[in-house]
């Protein structure tokens, strides 16, 4: 539940701005992650990248951080296998309640039953 009373704004300078719009233009980074390594709403990142793109905020001599870029990177990259993990114990977990909700039934020629002679 959120508390009362006045929100708290944050102001951040226009070099964190140009900063978060250059990382969030990376290829193989998604703004979302970008959004959730810095603390703040997509949508503000959006915004900001907007800006950039108006010329409002300057990008071109901001300098990124190597590090935090393949680190970027990374987290996209290991996402994406959680994900395709995900589905496939989705599947495997389908596939036993399957397996193992089916009848098990006994062909006639299986069964051998012995004649027993008195």
Partial sequence: MPKPGPRTTYRYTDDF??????????PGVAVQDVAASLYIHPFMLSRWRKQAREGVIMT??????KAVAAE???LR??????????LEHDL???AIAFTSGRKVTSSPSSNSSKCSTP
């Fill in 60 to 65: 071109k001599g901001v300098a990124v951080d």
């Fill in 92 to 94: 495997l977990k389908k």
């Fill in 77 to 86: 990259r290991v996402k994406k296998a959680y994900e395709q993990l995900k």
């Fill in 17 to 26: 701005k140009a900063t978060a719009a250059r990382l969030s233009q990376l």
């Fill in 72 to 74: 970027l990177k990374d």
